[in-house]
């Protein structure tokens, strides 16, 4: 009879996806490189809806993200009504015009010209869903007691890293927006006090006529050292 020892607590775990050999693990991650080297950031949306499930589906993804002592730290505030995406709008520009009139300084205005964006925030009403991300520095109990939860920035960095490749790899299209300051979202959306604005992510189409800036990626050779 075989003895399988497992320790209290766990489960035997079987990778979902295995290759038969080095060179289809090779051939498959170069698939994935160029599938994942074509996402940009977009700023031009498409009013053109998605349906709510695969929303859905995408916030059980990023929810899926490694977290500190699985804590799993983070709220997930999906909008797509006209009238809460208008008043986000409304407040996130009124902050963005104040950075772009003197908050931001001269250096970070002239590193961003490239990206030509401005305090107008278009995206923010014609991209169906806005994801506004939420991280919790704490958690709160029932009985109002506070409990700890760890690596938090790191943490809902990686879930909105995985939610922005599985937006791209489902043929729709993102933009990281840190409005700034971003207070503003937690009171429109009426968040617990252990909520904090992390980042605000529209979700949709690109637009037809949408462009990119021109601007490439590090080489491998600047990115990569190896020992
Ligand atoms: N939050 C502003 C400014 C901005 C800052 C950085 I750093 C960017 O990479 C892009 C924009 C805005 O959203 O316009």
């Not at 997930?76 to 300084?105: H, L, P, Q, W």
């Not at 700890?148 to 960095?157: A, D, L, R, T």
Request: aromatic fraction near 12%.
């Amino acid at each position: 009879m075989l003895f399988c020892y497992m320790k209290e607590g766990f489960l035997p775990y079987t990778h979902p996806v295995q290759f038969s050999s080095d060179q289809e693990l090779v051939e498959k991650s170069a698939e994935l490189n160029h599938l994942i080297q074509g996402r940009r950031s977009i700023r031009e949306f498409s009013t053109k809806a998605i349906p709510q499930e695969v929303i859905d589906n995408l916030i059980q993804i990023a929810a899926s993200a490694p977290s500190g002592a699985h804590k799993q730290p983070w709220t997930f505030c999906v909008v797509s009504s006209d009238d809460f995406k208008t008043k986000i709008r409304e407040a996130a520009e009124k902050e963005e015009y104040v950075n772009y009139n003197g908050r931001m300084g001269e250096e970070w205005l002239k590193d961003l010209k490239k990206f030509g964006t401005n305090w107008h925030k278009e995206f923010l009403t014609t991209a169906p869903y806005l994801v506004v991300v939420f991280k919790k520095s704490y958690d709160m109990e029932a009985d109002g007691g506070k409990t700890k939860n760890y690596y938090v920035n790191e943490s809902v960095g990686i879930a909105c890293g995985f939610l922005l490749s599985a937006i791209h790899q489902l043929g729709l299209v993102s933009l990281t927006h840190t409005p700034s300051p971003m207070n503003f979202l937690a009171q429109l959306l009426e968040r617990p006090v252990n909520e904090k604005a992390f980042l605000l992510i529209p979700i949709g189409y690109a637009a037809n006529d949408a462009a990119v800036p021109n601007i490439e990626r590090k080489p491998l050779r600047e990115v990569m050292n190896k020992y």
